[in-house]
């Protein structure tokens, strides 16, 4: 499996004191005569009401051989040669080759910032941006515009650059460690990137023509002989970038993850943030320990992810969705995810007020803890607040992306005030704030066939719309192709003071009827109450109580009552019949 040796760093003699302020960059088989030259740039603003402050800057030029416009941040940079001795640890078999063996370069990191630009013989595709650019920074991370080494990881989603964070985190401070890259554009490790993307999404038939490894590793110590046999806790991450001119992937591979005292965050962004993922956990520095055995590709210690777009067509009873709706996007393919959202404002349910929405693959929205893995529970079961669209095994139905947004203004809030008092008619609703999420399943694991919906589909929505104090729930159904899982769609409450199950939505051969049942007159949607003031009232004239249990008029009557209960959330199906008629003083 490519497994890489590590050598005895061999170091100036400056660094046998602890912390020495020095980082030596190393090119395999080279040596070179160090030019020092020290310049002082500003550092360019990143977020709001950031101070930008003078950074002093020291450039090292090399010979020829070496990567050029390598910069380290306030050091001086020393470049030696080395001497390879014996492998003193072993690598985990999920990294790709690295280290000297390998032929990498690499920069030596010991208490200070550092980054390296490197020009790519190939563009990288992401995301549906060129780059001819990557800067590896000492901290984590690829930037493709700048380098950023100095700063602790902006969460996620960002929207300021496009990132990639195999674990963004001060791991400059965490001990003596090194940086290793190498770009591929031949050889066995493009085969062994075409085997992993064809094992992960079987059916692309794609072949990798260019790689790039960037491998971070990090010991928690000072001393180049515990850092050279691992002999104290550490931190070995590992990012693999792939393409075959036109798709692109990210591999991220994970060891020893030691607990970090430093705000730390694993995973991608981009421009907009119209794509990101936080890999669950990856925030705390007391939970990425178990990143080494964490996975969704069911290989430990490795997350395979698609850095590529596409358009789909959605029903017309969707909200806007997709990449020109400006979405968040969580891919699935075989394996449970979920999403963490932050609300810019609570949403209220039934009574209560949430901050955050818990965004699982598997076609349920939660308030209070993330629900991948489960089997639908029915509703009545009453132990956690619940929405749930189709709750059923999408990850292993296909390769599947789940949308997601929350909107404060334009023509999404216009639309959704519309459609409430279209539904609710005498409430004068204004809508401030809508969520939209969207589940869209091809059972298919290529990548084309999911894109071009060329295979059977099951496509549904969630909105969620209120104004500060009434909410209320929009489910729509496109295609629902039969599977055999389980399923439920409608929502549950704490104590089941409140739930609904849509008819027929437990039924495996019925669920494709979804797409054509209504309780609002619109096939594919129904539409739900989320606030506790339910009292039905209706109002109606008769000039007796003779008039009152005549056939007829009574007929009428309890036509208007199934209308309001309709309209409230009861299925359309009801049937409403008097079982007595008594006059009372």
Do not use: C
């Given at each position: 499996?490519?497994?890489?040796?590590?050598?005895?760093?061999?170091?100036?003699?400056?660094?046998?004191?602890?912390?020495?302020?020095t980082?030596?960059?190393v090119?395999p088989?080279?040596?070179?005569?160090?030019?020092?030259?020290?310049?002082?740039?500003?550092?360019?603003?990143?977020?709001?009401?950031?101070?930008?402050?003078?950074?002093?800057?020291?450039?090292?030029?090399?010979?020829?051989l070496?990567?050029?416009?390598?910069?380290?941040?306030?050091?001086?940079?020393?470049?030696?040669?080395?001497?390879?001795?014996?492998?003193?640890?072993?690598?985990?078999?999920?990294?790709?080759?690295?280290?000297?063996?390998?032929?990498?370069?690499?920069?030596?990191?010991?208490?200070?910032?550092?980054?390296?630009?490197?020009?790519?013989?190939?563009?990288?595709?992401?995301?549906?941006?060129?780059?001819?650019?990557?800067?590896?920074n000492?901290?984590?991370?690829?930037?493709?515009?700048?380098?950023?080494?100095?700063?602790?990881?902006?969460?996620?989603?960002?929207?300021?650059?496009?990132?990639?964070?195999?674990?963004?985190?001060?791991?400059?401070?965490?001990?003596?460690?090194a940086?290793?890259?190498?770009?591929?554009?031949?050889?066995?490790?493009?085969?062994?990137?075409?085997q992993?993307?064809?094992?992960?999404?079987?059916?692309?038939?794609?072949?990798?023509?260019?790689?790039?490894?960037?491998?971070?590793?990090?010991?928690?110590?000072?001393?180049?002989?515990?850092?050279?046999n691992?002999?104290?806790?550490?931190?070995s991450?590992?990012?693999?970038?792939?393409?075959?001119?036109?798709?692109?992937?990210?591999?991220?591979?994970?060891?020893?993850?030691?607990v970090?005292?430093?705000?730390?965050?694993?995973?991608?962004?981009t421009?907009?943030?119209?794509?990101?993922?936080?890999?669950?956990?990856?925030?705390?520095?007391?939970?990425?320990?178990?990143?080494?055995?964490?996975?969704?590709?069911?290989?430990?210690?490795?997350?395979?992810?698609?850095?590529?777009?596409?358009?789909?067509?959605?029903?017309?009873?969707?909200?806007?969705?997709?990449?020109?709706?400006?979405?968040?996007?969580?891919?699935?393919?075989?394996?449970?995810?979920?999403?963490?959202?932050?609300?810019?404002?609570?949403?209220?349910?039934?009574?209560?007020?949430?901050n955050?929405?818990?965004?699982?693959?598997?076609?349920?929205?939660?308030?209070?803890?993330?629900?991948?893995?489960?089997?639908?529970?029915?509703?009545?079961?009453?132990?956690?607040?619940?929405?749930?669209?189709?709750?059923?095994?999408?990850?292993?139905f296909?390769?599947?992306?789940?949308?997601?947004?929350?909107?404060?203004?334009?023509?999404?809030?216009?639309?959704?005030?519309?459609?409430?008092?279209?539904?609710?008619?005498?409430?004068?609703?204004?809508?401030?704030?809508?969520?939209?999420?969207?589940?869209?399943f091809?059972?298919?694991?290529d990548?084309?066939?999911?894109?071009?919906?060329?295979?059977?589909?099951?496509?549904?929505?969630?909105?969620l719309?209120s104004?500060?104090?009434?909410?209320?729930?929009?489910?729509?159904?496109?295609?629902?192709?039969?599977?055999g899982?389980?399923?439920?769609?409608?929502?549950?409450?704490?104590?089941?003071?409140?739930?609904?199950?849509?008819?027929?939505?437990?039924?495996?051969?019925?669920?494709?009827?979804?797409?054509?049942?209504?309780?609002?007159?619109?096939?594919?949607?129904?539409?739900?109450?989320?606030?506790?003031?339910?009292?039905?009232?209706?109002?109606?004239?008769?000039?007796?109580?003779?008039?009152?249990?005549?056939?007829?008029?009574?007929?009428?009557v309890?036509?208007?009552?199934?209308?309001e209960?309709?309209?409230?959330?009861?299925?359309?199906?009801?049937?409403?019949?008097?079982?007595?008629?008594k006059?009372?003083?």
């Amino acid at each position: 499996m490519g497994i890489s040796q590590i050598y005895l760093l061999a170091f100036i003699s400056v660094l046998s004191l602890a912390r020495a302020q020095t980082a030596t960059t190393v090119t395999p088989q080279q040596t070179t005569e160090s030019v020092t030259s020290t310049t002082t740039s500003t550092s360019p603003l990143m977020t709001p009401q950031q101070t930008t402050e003078s950074v002093t800057s020291t450039t090292t030029s090399t010979s020829p051989l070496m990567t050029p416009q390598q910069t380290t941040e306030s050091v001086t940079s020393t470049t030696t040669s080395t001497t390879p001795l014996s492998p003193l640890w072993q690598t985990p078999e999920t990294f790709y080759p690295f280290g000297s063996a390998a032929g990498d370069t690499q920069t030596l990191v010991n208490g200070t910032e550092n980054f390296t630009p490197v020009n790519l013989s190939s563009p990288f595709q992401y995301f549906g941006r060129q780059y001819h650019l990557i800067y590896v920074n000492n901290n984590g991370l690829l930037s493709f515009t700048r380098e950023i080494p100095e700063m602790n990881p902006f969460p996620f989603p960002y929207g300021g650059e496009d990132l990639i964070a195999p674990l963004w985190t001060e791991l400059d401070d965490y001990g003596l460690g090194a940086y290793y890259y190498q770009e591929y554009t031949s050889g066995h490790v493009l085969t062994r990137a075409t085997q992993d993307i064809n094992s992960y999404y079987p059916g692309l038939s794609f072949t990798a023509t260019w790689v790039f490894v960037a491998t971070w590793d990090f010991v928690n110590t000072w001393d180049t002989n515990v850092f050279s046999n691992h002999s104290a806790p550490s931190i070995s991450v590992q990012v693999v970038l792939i393409s075959d001119g036109s798709r692109s992937f990210i591999l991220m591979n994970y060891g020893d993850v030691n607990v970090i005292g430093f705000p730390v965050e694993a995973g991608y962004d981009t421009i907009s943030s119209t794509h990101y993922f936080v890999i669950p956990g990856s925030t705390d520095g007391n939970f990425i320990p178990n990143l080494k055995y964490s996975t969704n590709v069911n290989v430990q210690g490795r997350w395979a992810f698609s850095a590529n777009q596409g358009i789909i067509q959605f029903t017309e009873n969707f909200y806007p969705v997709g990449l020109t709706a400006g979405d968040y996007q969580m891919f699935v393919f075989a394996a449970e995810s979920v999403v963490e959202f932050r609300l810019y404002r609570p949403f209220l349910y039934f009574g209560r007020s949430y901050n955050q929405i818990y965004v699982n693959n598997n076609g349920l929205l939660s308030f209070s803890r993330p629900i991948a893995e489960m089997e639908p529970l029915h509703f009545s079961y009453g132990n956690e607040d619940l929405i749930a669209p189709l709750w059923t095994d999408l990850d292993d139905f296909g390769f599947g992306i789940v949308y997601y947004q929350e909107y404060t203004s334009g023509h999404v809030l216009t639309r959704a005030t519309e459609d409430i008092n279209s539904y609710y008619p005498g409430l004068s609703f204004q809508a401030s704030w809508v969520f939209v999420a969207t589940w869209d399943f091809v059972q298919t694991y290529d990548e084309n066939v999911f894109y071009q919906h060329a295979a059977p589909i099951i496509s549904f929505q969630v909105v969620l719309i209120s104004d500060g104090s009434h909410s209320f729930i929009l489910m729509n159904y496109g295609d629902i192709a039969v599977f055999g899982a389980q399923a439920e769609a409608g929502y549950g409450t704490i104590g089941s003071t409140h739930y609904f199950v849509i008819p027929g939505s437990n039924d495996l051969n019925l669920v494709p009827n979804l797409k054509n049942t209504t309780n609002v007159h619109i096939p594919g949607r129904w539409a739900f109450m989320a606030y506790t003031e339910n009292v039905v009232g209706l109002q109606m004239k008769v000039t007796s109580y003779l008039d009152l249990i005549d056939t007829g008029n009574l007929a009428v009557v309890l036509e208007q009552i199934k209308n309001e209960l309709v309209n409230r959330g009861l299925s359309s199906d009801v049937q409403i019949s008097a079982r007595r008629v008594k006059k009372t003083p």
